[in-house]
Nanobody, 126 residues
Framework: VQLQASGGGLVQAGDSLRLSCEASGRTFSSYATGWFRQAPGKEREFVATISWSGSNTYYADSVKGRFTISRDNAKNTVFLQMHSLKPEDTAVYCC????????????????????WGQGTLVTVSS
C-alpha cells in the first residue's frame, strides 16, 4: 500500500492547514490511521490517530483542541485539520496505517503501524 501525504506548506502562527493522507494500491478491509511528526533535530512524535470507523480518535496533548483528525473511507483518505498553528508545530508530518484492526481500535505508538508515507512539511513562522 502507498500513502501520500499532502497539504503542507508555509504559514504564519495562528493560521490553519489541512493535511491529507491518501492510501492507494493494496486495499484492506479496515485499518487504523495515525499522524506523526518530526521536527528538525527531534524525535518523531505522535500527533493523532483515528479508528477505521472514525468513532474513536486520540490526540497528543500538544495538539488537543487545535487539531482534528477525520476520514473518508470511500476516498481512502484521512485528514488532519490544524488550527491555531504555532511555530512549535513546524515539522514533517507523516501518516501511517495499521491494517486488519477492529473498527474502533486506535494506536498512538509508532511501532503499531505497518505502512508509512513520506510526509509533508509544515512550517509555521512566528
Amino acid at each position: 500500500v502507498q500513502l501520500q501525504a499532502s497539504g503542507g506548506g508555509l504559514v504564519q502562527a495562528g493560521d490553519s492547514l489541512r493535511l491529507s493522507c491518501e492510501a492507494s494500491g493494496r486495499t484492506f478491509s479496515s485499518y487504523a490511521t495515525g499522524w506523526f511528526r518530526q521536527a528538525p533535530g527531534k524525535e518523531r512524535e505522535f500527533v493523532a490517530t483515528i479508528s477505521w470507523s472514525g468513532s474513536n480518535t486520540y490526540y497528543a496533548d500538544s495538539v488537543k483542541g487545535r487539531f482534528t483528525i477525520s476520514r473518508d473511507n470511500a476516498k481512502n483518505t484521512v485528514f488532519l485539520q490544524m488550527h491555531s498553528l504555532k511555530p512549535e508545530d513546524t515539522a514533517v508530518y507523516c501518516c501511517a496505517v495499521r491494517p486488519g484492526t477492529g473498527s474502533s481500535n486506535i494506536y498512538s505508538r509508532a511501532w503499531s503501524y505497518d505502512y508509512w508515507g513520506q510526509g509533508t512539511l509544515v512550517t509555521v513562522s512566528s
